[in-house]
């Protein structure tokens, strides 16, 4: 049986907490071994989620989320927008999610203070989700009804 | 006479060095070797099948996701053609990887599956350097045809010579 990523929480923060610097780099950079795997240094390790899949390294840390969403194209659509918009305030959120999932959580050992950010992202925004998105479908179908009865009027 | 005051970094075996490996294994035990293989096949690390796709992709079918393709044809590590005119025929892609985790192997088979389709009858095996592998089942991954996984290269090029000699040039 798989844990939820929420239900793991606390022990991603460990895991966030403890990301270092990768001493001698055979690429002599300081760059996210996440998205390199080139040597053992990276020390890669995965946790499958029943909502997500969390890719670690020594120094950073890929966490992909999975939202139960349906086929709706408007609710695929209007969660990339939501990921759009929180990329633009929260630098840990990428822009473009992994594919199979609507969120990509990227977190390199640098980003401590982002970690607050996220359990409250995880916390607050998680469990609204449905609610959020219910709020987008709304607002769009206003919008289409107006545009319409502009056209009448 | 020792010169002082200079210290010899210690090289770290990367994943470029792995697939060089894997690629001069193939060409010294099997391409060198018998002539008849040097003549119908060759061995890149996939400068050769970009070459080959690039210009077909404006021609594909557009069941063809062609953000997708471009991401697999940059998977393979290694990749063995069957030489023909105009362009190489890919026959074998090789997968190498420090880790035999399931996301990665995910990937390659993603991968696999795509240029499969565009090169019908090809092999696809993953290869990985890794001392604790996870406890992955073969059949969950369809599109590669085989998983190998050792602690050390030679452990590794054992085992991908085996499915090298009974398969991909088993023919000649």
Request: net charge positive; aromatic share 10%; hydrophobic share 40%.
């Amino acid at each position: 049986m798989l844990l939820r990523i929420r239900d793991d929480l606390q022990n991603i923060l460990r895991i966030l907490r403890g990301l270092k610097r990768v001493s001698a780099c055979p690429k002599r950079v300081d760059i996210p071994c996440v998205f390199c795997l080139e040597c053992e240094r990276s020390k890669y390790d995965e946790i499958v989620y029943e909502d997500g899949l969390l890719k670690i390294t020594a120094n950073s840390v890929l966490l992909n989320l999975k939202l139960d969403v349906g086929e709706a194209e408007l609710d695929k659509a209007l969660l990339l927008e939501l990921a759009k918009a929180f990329s633009s305030r929260l630098s840990f959120v990428m822009e473009k999610p992994e594919e199979g999932y609507q969120f990509s959580f990227f977190f390199f050992h640098t980003d401590k203070d982002a970690i607050p950010l996220f359990e409250r992202f995880i916390d607050d925004v998680l469990p609204q989700i449905g609610g959020i998105l219910t709020q987008g479908r709304i607002n769009v179908r206003n919008w289409a009804r107006s545009v319409v009865q502009k056209f009448f009027s | 006479m020792a010169r002082k005051g200079r210290r010899r970094r210690k090289v770290e075996y990367t994943k470029n060095d792995f697939e060089k490996d894997l690629v001069s294994r193939i060409k010294s035990d099997f391409l060198k070797k018998f002539q008849v293989l040097d003549e119908r096949y060759t061995v890149d690390r996939g400068r050769l099948l970009k070459a080959a796709i690039e210009p077909i992709l404006d021609t594909l079918s557009l069941d063809f996701d062609r953000r997708e393709l471009r991401r697999a044809i940059a998977m393979p590590a290694v990749i063995i053609y069957r030489k023909m005119q105009p362009h190489p025929r890919p026959v074998c892609f090789i997968f190498a990887e420090f880790h035999f985790k399931k996301a990665l192997l995910t990937n390659a088979n993603n991968a696999s599956c795509l240029l499969k389709k565009l090169f019908p009858g090809a092999y696809a095996a993953y290869v990985a350097l890794d001392r604790n592998p996870e406890g992955i089942r073969k059949k969950e991954f369809k599109n590669l045809d085989i998983l190998v996984c050792g602690s050390g290269f030679e452990e590794c090029w054992i085992k991908l010579h085996e499915f090298l000699s009974q398969n991909v040039f088993s023919s000649e």
